[in-house]
């Protein structure tokens, strides 16, 4: 058990269903018996990580968008 399985109790997880490339199920089923880990677990873990790695960048296009209206008048004296 990872430190991420332990900071999701049971009840606050439920089931879905989607699917995956027979390539992906094949290497989480490897990765699972590897890892004594469910792969429900890995793919929790995986999606928290790529929801954090979207989330910066939505964060960094905020500040850039924010940056830009706010000195605009002075990014195009220096375009010209």
Do not use: C, W
């Not at 992906?24 to 990765?31: F, S």
């Not at 954090?52 to 960094?60: H, L, N, S």
């Not at 830009?68 to 008048?73: D, G, K, R, T, V």
């Amino acid at each position: 058990m990872t430190d991420h399985d332990k900071e999701i109790p049971m009840n606050n997880k439920e089931k879905f269903s989607s699917k995956l490339s027979k390539a992906n199920i094949e290497a989480l089923k490897t990765l699972s018996k590897e890892s004594s880990r469910h792969i429900s677990s890995l793919l929790d873990e995986a999606v928290s990580e790529y929801l954090k790695r979207v989330g910066v960048r939505q964060t960094f296009k905020d500040a850039s968008k924010e940056i830009i209206e706010e000195h605009s008048a002075l990014l195009k004296r220096l375009a010209s």
